[in-house]
């Protein structure tokens, strides 16, 4: 979340980030190409279902055949599904140009359908469109925007007698109470590889950008790299949690899924997390209350900053065997219905204005990060190419089973930064 891209969340899913990902399964087969018959592949699992539902309510006739995935079994099989001409008319798509399933890297060999035309694409907000183009041209009709903090469980911190950290100092002493009442402060389920990014994201946000809004162009200027910056201290960090045991036993054996059944039943006191594990932790715990908070990096709350940033939306194939049935389908999903449908599932923030959605209290606090400008994008999204997130998920893992070290993975992202687009 799909630690993503973001990813974002900076999700997504993100999936995050980062991306809006989710734990999938296949609720229909694709097929189709006639006019009432719409084929789509989704990661939206557990919100696109309602959506689904009111577009085929308000089109009389029209089915919509769909599956639903996480993001890495669709990053996978999205890619080889477009170059065989399989792949559905409408598509899960990422923001920017982080994963195998993001805008630059689905538009630049021309497979999705410029929808600069449409009238939702002149709404936009200059930083969501930014990463929804490609060229100057939009891609990707992005109906949310997704923050990454520590989510916790009220009845669980009622339960331990806690309070959410705001400082480091205080987050460590928070991970030991915690810890020590028996209960662990945050579910990790890093046997998803995407899941790993997430916690980085959360401290890189206030360890990176915090002293410096404008990293990522001196990367892009070849002026800072990886391993020369604060994202060391922002890995270093994430070790330091691990060590103090803010997370429970064995990340690597834990799943996504897993780790949402730890924090919604208070076997965790929460879990660091997009705000679209919400509405999945309420569905496995209908009586909970959960709130997303920032996390904390240095011990001044002032200067903390929350990653947010737009989630993943969706494109229309370049050779959709119902085009208009698709657009159809994406300007419904733009619509101020489509949208307040997604983002009332998911948890999230509508990207455009003036749709009347009313934030759920859960997220007061990404709101006013968001409004008061103290957001940084999920990271992957401003990356020149796919392959330096895949070398930080995959060398994640490896650090959290002895196999390497933050100065190795550093190193490496940059030689994959250095390569280029």
Known sequence: MKTRTTTAVIAAA????????????????????????????????????????AFEKANPGVKVRYTTSGADQYQQQIRTQLSSGTAPDVMSVWPGNGNPGATHVLAKPGYLRDLSDQAWARKMPDAIKSVAQYDGKTYNAIFGQNGIGAVYNQQAMDKAGLTPPDTWTKLLAFCRDAKAKGTPAFALGNQDNWVTQLVLYALVATSVYGPDRDF????????????????????????????????????????????????????????????????????????????????????????????????????????????????????????????????TKQG??????????????????????????????????????????????????????????????????????????
């Open 14 to 53: 993100t999936a995050a980030t980062l991306l809006a990902a989710c734990s999938g399964g296949t609720k229909a087969g694709s097929g189709g190409g006639d006019s009432k018959t719409l084929t789509l592949a989704s990661v939206d699992q557990g919100s696109v279902e309602d959506v689904v539902k």
């Open 216 to 343: 990522d162009q001196q990367m892009q200027s070849g002026q800072a790299t990886f391993a020369d910056s604060p994202w060391k201290t922002a890995l270093d960090k994430y070790m330091t949690m691990e060590k103090t045991g803010c997370f429970q036993k064995n990340p690597l054996g834990t799943n996504y899924e897993a780790s949402q059944q730890l924090a919604a039943t208070g076997k965790t006191l929460g879990i660091i997390q997009g705000n679209w594990v919400i509405t999945l932790l309420k569905q496995k715990n209908p009586q909970g209350t959960f709130t997303l908070k920032a996390l904390p990096a240095t011990d001044d709350p002032s200067q903390t900053l929350i990653p947010a940033a737009a989630g993943a939306g969706y494109g229309v194939n370049a050779n959709a065997k119902n085009p208009a049935l698709a657009l159809k389908f994406v300007n419904f999903v733009m619509s101020p219905e489509g949208m307040n449908l997604f983002v």
């Open 348 to 421: 999230g923030l509508p990207s455009l204005p003036d749709t009347g959605y009313r934030a759920d209290p859960s997220l007061a606090e990404l709101s006013q990060f968001i409004t008061s400008n103290r957001t940084v994008p999920f990271m992957d999204q401003l990356w020149p190419n796919a392959k330096v997130q895949q070398t930080m998920l995959s060398g994640l893992q490896e650090i959290f089973s002895g196999q390497s070290s933050p100065d190795e993975l550093l190193k490496s992202m940059d030689a994959d930064y250095k390569a280029g687009s």
